[in-house]
């Protein structure tokens, strides 16, 4: 998963230095009619001051100063998280019904030994945890607490893992305001220093310090946002994909208990099909 991640974070860096370099050559390819029609516009107009060119999308990047670069790496991150999250944590992947149909299967006729070759077999959260209690499966003395142990032990594991991603966005949610709040501390500080050297009448630099402050903070919001959005999103599929394996472990359990009291069981075709809706 940590592969995976960089790979997008890479192309995700690749992609924004692409969208940076096709800007900044539109913004070249304005500025050429811009400049070519501003002394007819200001000639028709009668005075050159009130020409007001219109601000690009790099001249608001360049307007928000060095905050705009963490701010950039958050909104990749962001991206990347997204997009990692969304293979990541689906219901097909951690409750396949073709696995849990074989499981079954092999657990009703008391194939402990084939349970754990699939289990191995067909790594996933569920199937590992499964594994992690068959493997304490005793033939002499079967202990129920000790392989329910193993499984809860194993889940705390399996189930954090995938996790771990989730809290990232809500990183990524809680810094990107932050930096855009720093960027309007840094922006005010500047027009301060401006007003204190030469006085309230510099209106165009007054202007460029401010733009800065707000420019910074309405990106910190932009990238915040969604990063809010995708973690409360992600949480909740998470939230319903754990309670789902924590439901289908007891069922397959249930399922090896009663073979193992009254013999193998002959397995109904509801049954069977009950765990595809786990999808």
Known sequence: MKRKLITLTIL???S???FAVSASAQDANNAAPAAADAPANAAAAGDK???VKAKTLGDMWRAGGMTMYPLAFCAIACLSLAIVNGMSIRSVKFANPADIKELEKLLTHLAVDGALAYCAKT?????NILGAGLARVNDKDLEWDSIQEAMEESSIEEMAAPYVMVNYLALIASI???LGLFGTVTGMVKAFNTIAAEGAGSAQKLADNIS???ITTATGMIVGIPAMFFFFYYKNAYGKVSSGISRILGDLMFIFKTAKKYG???LDEPAEAAPAAEK
Do not use: D
């Open 264 to 266: 193998p069981q002959q």
């Open 16 to 18: 924004a230095f692409g």
């Open 123 to 127: 790594a996933s959260p569920r199937t």
């Open 212 to 214: 800065e402050a707000l």
């Open 12 to 14: 995700a860096a690749m």
């Open 176 to 178: 990107a305001p932050m």
């Open 49 to 51: 001051s009130k020409v």
